[in-house]
């Protein structure tokens, strides 16, 4: 059964570096979106992507945060700047969205546990 | 603004006893709701969906959930829990917002299940 992968599984970073968490969703997908969860805490919507342009993004995706489809397989969150609370597990998930009548189920990635010292 | 609440944050059981999960929603409009599973060390994995049609649902793994329209409630259910049902369970609404869609997650329940 096809499968969102995701690189790498752990990352550490130093406060202030830019990080790149890579993804590759289902190949027949068309729909991309991020996640994160800081521990203890909610999974939290980021951004969601669809024809190469971000459909969605929520309070946390602040100019910091940026996402790029740099090929036909990878999808890419960026942290240009880290700080101490970007410390989380982020998830890449993916959908083939058929219709505005609903009926999609979103997939998800195993994760990226970014900690930042 | 939506949002989820599961009711118990912690659920401890033995083995062969009953589970329910509580979760419940806040949003006026159409909605998807979704059980995801993780399993320690493990993705978020779909156990069930709803969309439309019969409020009871069936998933994987003897996992079943009923959406109740009323109570604005998705509850998950299984009649007998086994060991390895040890996980963290996460009720899930997508709610359309723009026409595009995003998950919101509760805040997850984790299960212990004692031998």
């Known amino acids: 059964e096809p499968e969102v992968t995701q690189t790498p599984s752990h990352q550490v970073t130093q406060m202030g570096q830019e990080v790149i968490l890579r993804c590759v969703p289902i190949?027949?997908?068309?729909?991309f979106y991020w996640y994160r969860q800081i521990l203890g805490q909610k999974v939290e919507f980021l951004v969601s992507?669809?024809?190469?342009?971000?459909?969605?993004k929520s309070e946390i995706f602040d100019d910091q945060f940026s996402v790029e489809r740099p090929d036909g397989s990878n999808f890419t969150l960026k942290i240009r700047s880290t700080k101490l609370e970007d410390s989380a597990m982020y998830f890449c998930?993916?959908?083939?969205?058929?219709?505005?009548?609903?009926?999609?189920?979103?997939?998800f990635g195993p994760g990226t546990r970014l900690l930042v010292l | 603004a939506q949002s989820v609440s599961q009711h118990n944050h912690h659920v401890i059981l033995s083995e062969a006893a009953s589970l329910e999960l509580g979760c419940n929603y806040s949003?006026?409009?159409?909605?998807?709701l979704f059980w995801y599973v993780q399993y320690p060390g493990q993705h978020l994995q779909l156990l069930l969906k709803y969309f439309s049609g019969d409020p009871l649902v069936k998933g994987i793994k003897g996992f079943e959930a009923e959406f109740i329209k009323s109570k604005f409630s998705f509850n998950l259910r299984k009649p007998s829990v086994q060991w390895s049902d040890t996980a963290e369970y996460f009720c899930?609404?997508?709610?359309?917002?723009?026409?595009?869609?995003?998950?919101?997650f509760g805040a997850g329940t984790r299960l212990a299940v004692h031998p």
């Open positions: 998930a993916s959908s083939y969205f058929l219709t505005s009548d609903t009926q999609e189920t979103q997939y």
């Open positions: 949003y006026g409009g159409t909605v998807n």
């Open positions: 992507f669809y024809n190469n342009e971000i459909s969605e």
């Open positions: 190949s027949n997908h068309l729909y």
């Open positions: 899930a609404v997508n709610a359309r917002s723009g026409g595009y869609n995003k998950l919101i």
